[in-house]
């Protein structure tokens, strides 16, 4: 036991993400593989929200377990610390909230001129209070509680002692987007419980695409702010609006090019933001030079 210990001290992050996946994947595959691997859609319809259970609880568990074993009871209140941390200004709440259905919905408005299948869910459902309390539910608990005082709450300030927020944005997005494949592939089974690259593909372009570019921008808000609650309403407003409030009911190629096209955009604003702080940065130089 203090080998473990020994060697998750100097290998925080490895240990971290390691203890994710054995909680969050052996809980998919304890609790799923009776269903099949993958399994029918009848089956997973009936036990998606048992299986799922576990698997949720790996991020949050894991930063906890780490918390206390590398950096004893003060790095436990420094976590805790960050949970209280509400006063960051108004405009990071709106950067939170707001960045994931700004960067949808004008898209989705201009592809539904192609196809009436990207419209908004908002704009189409037939019950949009219960939409949008399922969205605000699901996004809040399990996207916000759940997961960021694992990924933001332990890994983005341990990778940022050694990382850009680029490189941090990366590490954590792209582990955070393979961290969603076992789960998904057991509920992409169609009726016959064969594999349905329809229903698994798409959510894999998500996942290897979005989530990293978003992890970015995320990283760079809880630089400025070292604010947990940010970082969940971040996280939730992405849940809520790509799953539920703004999903378009496209599904297969179509659903898949949607994904293509939002990573791009979301690149974009990543590859923008970094030119407009290095312009800033280089502005103030220039100032600084000019006043010495």
Known sequence: MQTVAAWARHHP????????????????????????????????????????????????????????????????????????????????YAVAILAAPLLTVPMLLLLSLVSRDYLPAIFVSDNRPGLIVMGLVVGLVFGGLFEEPGWTGFAVPKLREHYSILGTGLIVGMLHGVWHFLPTFWGSGDASGALSLTLFLPPCLFYAGVLPAYRVLMVDVYDHTESLPVSMLMHASLTASTLFILAPSASGTALAMYYVILTGVVWGIVALVRLTKRGLRGALRTKEAGVS
């Not at 799922?52 to 609880?57: A, K, V």
């Not at 930063?63 to 074993?69: D, Q, R």
């Not at 590398?70 to 949970?83: K, N, P, Y």
């Open 13 to 92: 992050v490895v240990a971290y993400f390691t203890l994710t996946f054995i909680i969050s994947w052996g809980g998919v595959l304890a609790l799923g593989s009776p269903y099949g691997m993958p399994a029918t859609s009848e089956q997973f319809g009936k036990a998606w929200p048992v299986v799922f259970l576990p698997y949720f609880f790996g991020p949050v568990t894991a930063s906890l377990v780490l918390t206390a074993l590398v950096d004893g009871r003060a790095g436990s209140r420094r976590l805790l610390s960050r949970f209280g941390k509400w006063r960051v200004g108004i405009r990071w």
